[in-house]
Every structure is written in structure tokens, then in C-alpha cells.
């Protein structure tokens, strides 16, 4: 069974910083990209982050760069997103997916809240 679980979210003050863990499970981890996609009240799913996990190459969008770092742990099959000097803007649910990279395969988890107080 195929199964990526989020943890990490929370409530912080601006300026703060969080780290979110996708752990994954019941795939084959380097065969996938895996990514943070965060959702806000109102607006569309937007990608924020994401790493080839069998050469760590990453990605970021241009309003986290700088603040927010992805990582990826393949002897755990475990992905990070380290985030930095927070704003509001950034609060949303913060989901990890997994997409194959020769396939549409696809996978999502159920999100994590992160809520950045002003």
C-alpha cells in the first residue's frame, strides 16, 4: 500500500520556522519526484518545492526561495521541507506528492496545516 504521511505543521509567528517530514512507503522512493504543494483558503493547489530523489535535484517557487529548503533522506524514504523567516502569505495546507518520472503514477498525502500569524 502506498502511503505518504506529512507531519511537521503548525501554528508559528512570522519570522519562524518549521520543518515538514513526508514519509513514504510502498513504492520505489528513487524512482519518484517528490514534491510540497500547499493549498490556502480559496485559491488553487500551487507547487512550492520538490526533489529528484535519485540526484537531489530541486525546485523551488520564487516566493520561497532563499527561505524554504527541500532535502530528501533516501535511507528513510523521507522528505523534508525546512522553512524559514515565514509570512502570512505562506499558511496553507502543505501536501507531498510523489510523481513517477517514466509513468503517470502519482500519489498524494493528506496535508499538514501550517498557519503563519502575523
Known amino acids: 500500500e502506498v502511503q505518504l504521511v506529512e507531519s511537521g505543521g503548525g501554528l508559528v509567528q512570522a519570522g519562524g520556522s518549521l520543518r515538514l517530514s513526508c514519509a513514504a512507503s510502498?513504492?520505489?522512493?528513487?524512482?519518484?519526484?517528490i514534491g510540497w504543494f500547499r493549498q490556502a483558503p480559496w485559491k488553487g493547489r500551487e507547487a512550492v518545492s520538490c526533489i529528484a530523489s535519485y540526484d537531489h535535484r530541486t525546485y523551488y517557487t520564487d516566493s520561497v526561495k532563499g527561505r524554504f529548503t527541500i532535502s530528501s533522506d533516501n535511507a528513510n524514504n523521507t522528505v523534508y521541507l525546512q522553512m524559514n523567516n515565514l509570512k502570512p502569505e505562506d499558511t496553507a495546507v502543505y501536501y507531498c506528492?510523489?510523481?513517477?518520472?517514466?509513468?503517470?503514477?502519482?500519489?498524494w498525502g493528506q496535508g499538514t496545516q501550517v498557519t503563519v500569524s502575523s
Open positions: 510502498g513504492f520505489t522512493f528513487d524512482d519518484y519526484a
Open positions: 506528492n510523489a510523481r513517477h518520472f517514466y509513468s503517470s503514477n502519482s500519489y
